[in-house]
């Protein structure tokens, strides 16, 4: 397969609108969505939710931005830091999202009768894993996250970068973020949860998935290689880690409870 679409849908002037831009802003588009169907379903205040969205929005691409420029691109942005805030000139890491994600709902949570940190990352984490498989398409419509070469029929060539069939790695990660989403969506509406639960089964298995994949992807980073170990799998163990973490937490309030109702 040959993939030779322009990242570009239309030009309106100097204004332009761009798949992955779409795919971006359809992301945080439906995980809104879900989130209303969550609170409702939860009996919480809709209304609260339109707050919530500026604040995981301004931080989710801050958080992006920063990682993108001061990991994967440190030589030209420090040497051009006024480009940094430039975000509509591309340029995100996921990593950096996440953790833009949680300084946001951490800040967002500490008002007043605002829902509990845990509680409100089990809910949002739902809703970012899906909006993370639609900016992976996003970035398979740019030809950007490329693969490496290969001889299988998985290969697609991207025209637009050169004539070598590659993994597309970008929908690998779309695939593996849309049967994370349907695990967690599952969990949810089984109701068998403690808090911090589905932040936990979504922080391991989304960048359990992302260390693995990575293997499959050329150095995203100026300044590394193509070797065995990238940086994006050394900024994905810690995310792991806390995941697991949160896991056992989670269990092991789950067997206190069980403890309590058996004690009668």
Same mark, same amino acid.
């Given at each position: 397969?040959?993939?030779?679409?322009?990242?570009?849908?239309?030009?309106?002037?100097?204004?332009?609108?761009?798949?992955?831009?779409?795919?971006?802003?359809?992301?945080?588009?439906?995980?809104?969505?879900?989130?209303?169907?969550?609170?409702? /379903?939860?009996?919480?205040?809709?209304?609260?939710?339109?707050?919530?969205?500026?604040?995981?929005?301004?931080?989710?691409?801050?958080?992006?931005?920063?990682?993108?420029?001061?990991?994967?691109?440190?030589?030209?942005?420090?040497?051009?830091?006024?480009?940094?805030?430039?975000?509509?000139?591309?340029?995100?890491?996921?990593?950096?999202?996440?953790?833009?994600?949680?300084?946001?709902?951490?800040?967002?949570?500490?008002?007043?009768?605002?829902?509990?940190?845990?509680?409100?990352?089990?809910?949002?984490?739902?809703?970012?894993?899906?909006?993370?498989?639609?900016?992976?398409?996003?970035?398979?419509?740019?030809?950007?996250?490329?693969?490496?070469?290969?001889?299988?029929?998985?290969?697609?060539?991207?025209?637009?970068?050169?004539?070598?069939?590659?993994?597309?790695?970008?929908?690998?990660?779309?695939?593996?973020?849309?049967?994370?989403?349907?695990?967690?969506?599952?969990?949810?509406?089984?109701?068998?949860?403690?808090?911090?639960?589905?932040?936990?089964?979504?922080?391991?298995?989304?960048?359990?998935?992302?260390?693995?994949?990575?293997?499959?992807?050329?150095?995203?980073?100026?300044?590394?290689?193509?070797?065995?170990?990238?940086?994006?799998?050394?900024?994905?163990?810690?995310?792991?880690?806390?995941?697991?973490?949160?896991?056992?937490?989670?269990?092991?309030?789950?067997?206190?409870?069980? /403890?309590?109702?058996?004690?009668?």
């Amino acid at each position: 397969m040959t993939w030779n679409i322009d990242p570009v849908i239309f030009h309106f002037g100097r204004l332009s609108l761009s798949w992955y831009g779409l795919f971006f802003a359809g992301g945080f588009l439906v995980g809104y969505k879900i989130m209303q169907g969550i609170y409702r /379903r939860d009996g919480s205040k809709v209304e609260e939710l339109d707050l919530l969205l500026w604040f995981v929005l301004i931080g989710t691409l801050i958080g992006m931005r920063l990682v993108h420029c001061l990991v994967y691109e440190p030589d030209y942005y420090l040497a051009h830091p006024w480009e940094i805030p430039q975000i509509w000139r591309g340029g995100y890491a996921s990593h950096g999202g996440a953790a833009g994600l949680l300084i946001a709902v951490w800040f967002y949570c500490r008002a007043p009768e605002r829902p509990k940190f845990l509680w409100l990352l089990d809910r949002l984490a739902i809703a970012a894993v899906l909006a993370g498989a639609f900016i992976r398409v996003g970035n398979f419509f740019n030809s950007e996250i490329l693969g490496k070469p290969t001889d299988s029929f998985l290969g697609i060539v991207f025209s637009r970068v050169d004539q070598y069939p590659r993994h597309p790695a970008q929908l690998y990660e779309a695939v593996a973020y849309f049967a994370i989403f349907a695990i967690l969506w599952t969990t949810y509406r089984t109701g068998v949860r403690r808090d911090g639960m589905l932040t936990g089964l979504y922080f391991t298995l989304v960048f359990g998935a992302r260390f693995l994949l990575e293997f499959f992807k050329t150095a995203q980073a100026t300044y590394e290689q193509d070797g065995s170990i990238y940086v994006g799998q050394y900024m994905s163990l810690p995310f792991v880690a806390l995941g697991l973490a949160l896991l056992i937490r989670a269990g092991r309030h789950e067997q206190r409870r069980r /403890r309590e109702i058996e004690r009668g």
